[in-house]
C-alpha cells in the first residue's frame, strides 16, 4: 500500500471545505469505541449476573420464593441491566440513522448536527424507514465501495473476484440493517417508556424446580389510544414483556454488534473517502465470511497502490483560559459541577487558529 501524504490529505481538506467534517469523523471514531466498551460491559455483566443467580438457585431451588428479599433484588438488579442494554443499543440505532442521513443528503453539515433541530422525528423515522428499503448499490454509494475496474493494477479476473466480495459484503451488510430495523420496530416502545416514565415491572420470576430452570421476565406497560367505530378515542392498555434468559442475551449482543459495526464503518470509510480525495479504496474492513474471498482479498489489497490506507488519529490541545476566566470557570465548576462558555472553542476557526498538522502516524 501507498504512503499516505500528510501534509497533501491536509491541503485537500481546507481546499475542499472537509477539514472540519475530517476532525469531527476523527473525535466520533474515538468517541464510538468509549461507547461501545460501556455497552459491551453491560453485555457482560448481563450475561454474568445471570449465570451467577442461575448457579445459585441450581443449587438451592428451595431459597428462589418471593419471601426471600435477596433473591428478588438480584433479579431486579439483573432485569434493570437488560433495560439499559436495550437503552445503549437504541441510542447507537440513533446515531448511526443521524450519520447515515446527514452523510447521504449534506456531509458538508454533519459537524453541526449537534442540535435538536438538526434532524426532526420525522425525518428520524425516514431514515430508518430508507435502512429497511436499501438495495446493493445504495451500499455500495453510502459505504463508499469502489468500482473495481479502476484499479488498473489488477487483472480482469482480480477485478471480478473484488467486485464479487463487495457485493457479498454489501447483501450482508443489507441483511444486518433488516436486524437492526426489526429490533427497533419490536422495542422502540420499550426504549421510549423506560426512558420517560417508570412503568416497568422488574423482579417478578419462576422456577421450576423438577427441571431447575429459571423463568423470568421483565414486564413494561403501555398505554396507546385507538379510535373506535363509534368515533370516541378511548385508551387501551398492553404490556411489553421480555425474557431475561441466555437467548435473549445472544439476540441482544447480536444486535449491538451489528449496530456498532455499521457505524463503525461507515465513518471509517468517510474518512478514507477523504484521506483519497473522493477516489476509489478498498475498505479496511469489510465482511467477509469466505476464507477464500479472505486471502483473495488480502493478495488484492496488497497489489493496488492507487490509493491510500492512512492511519488516522485524533488529539486535541486545548489552551488554558487566562487567569480571569479561569477563575470564573472553576467557581462555577465547584458550585454548579458544570460551566457554560460562551464560545465554541471546538470550532474549525478556532482550530485552524492555533494550526492543525496530520502526521504519519
Given at each position: 500500500m501507498s504512503k499516505s501524504d500528510p501534509k497533501r490529505v491536509l491541503n485537500y481538506l481546507i481546499k475542499n471545505d472537509y477539514l472540519e467534517v475530517g476532525l469531527f469523523l476523527i473525535t466520533s471514531l474515538d468517541a464510538l469505541r468509549n461507547r461501545g466498551r460501556l455497552l459491551r460491559e453491560d453485555l457482560d455483566n448481563l450475561k454474568r449476573d445471570l449465570k451467577e443467580l442461575c448457579d445459585k438457585i441450581t443449587e438451592n431451588p428451595d431459597a428462589a420464593v418471593p419471601e426471600n428479599l435477596d433473591i428478588?433484588?438480584?433479579?431486579?438488579?439483573?432485569?434493570?441491566?437488560?433495560?439499559?442494554?436495550i437503552q445503549r443499543i437504541n441510542i447507537l440505532m440513533e446515531l448511526l440513522a443521524v450519520y447515515y442521513h446527514f452523510m447521504r443528503k449534506n456531509l458538508r453539515a454533519l459537524p453541526k448536527a449537534i442540535g435538536a433541530g438538526d434532524i426532526t422525528p420525522k425525518e428520524l423515522r425516514e431514515e430508518f424507514d430508507y435502512f429497511s428499503k436499501q438495495d446493493v448499490n445504495d451500499i455500495f454509494q453510502n459505504f463508499k465501495y469502489p468500482d473495481s475496474t479502476s484499479f488498473n493494477e489488477l487483472s480482469s479476473k482480480e477485478q471480478t473476484i473484488l467486485k464479487d466480495i463487495l457485493t457479498k459484503s454489501a447483501k450482508i451488510t443489507l441483511e444486518r440493517f433488516r436486524k437492526i430495523c426489526q429490533f427497533r420496530q419490536n422495542f422502540l416502545t420499550v426504549y421510549n417508556k423506560y426512558k420517560h416514565t417508570l412503568s416497568e415491572t422488574t423482579g417478578i420470576f419462576g422456577i421450576d424446580k423438577e427441571k431447575r430452570l429459571v423463568q423470568s421476565h421483565v414486564f413494561v406497560r403501555h398505554k396507546e389510544f385507538s379510535k373506535k367505530s363509534t368515533g370516541t378515542v378511548k385508551p387501551e392498555y398492553c404490556t411489553y414483556v421480555i425474557p431475561v434468559d441466555f437467548d435473549t442475551f445472544e439476540y441482544f449482543d447480536d444486535i449491538a454488534r451489528n449496530v456498532w459495526t455499521l457505524l463503525q464503518f461507515l465513518l471509517q470509510n468517510t474518512l478514507l473517502f477523504l484521506a483519497n480525495e473522493e477516489k476509489d479504496f478498498i475498505p479496511r474492513q469489510l465482511f467477509v465470511e469466505d476464507e477464500n474471498y479472505k486471502e483473495n482479498l488480502r493478495k488484492i489489497s496488497d497489489k493496488v497502490t492507487a490509493y491510500?490506507?492512512?492511519?488516522?488519529?485524533?488529539?486535541?490541545?486545548?489552551?488554558?483560559?487566562?487567569?480571569?476566566?479561569?477563575?470564573?470557570?472553576?467557581?462555577?465548576?465547584?458550585?454548579?459541577?458544570?460551566?457554560?462558555?460562551?464560545?465554541?472553542?471546538?470550532?474549525?476557526?478556532?482550530i485552524i487558529k492555533e494550526g492543525v498538522t496530520i502526521s504519519r502516524e
Open positions: 428478588s433484588q438480584l433479579f431486579k438488579d439483573l432485569h434493570y441491566v437488560e433495560l439499559e442494554v491510500v490506507m492512512a492511519d488516522i488519529r485524533g488529539m486535541t490541545i486545548l489552551k488554558a483560559p487566562d487567569p480571569k476566566n479561569a477563575e470564573k470557570m472553576n467557581e462555577c465548576l465547584k458550585t454548579q459541577h458544570i460551566y457554560r462558555m460562551n464560545k465554541d472553542i471546538l470550532d474549525l476557526e478556532s
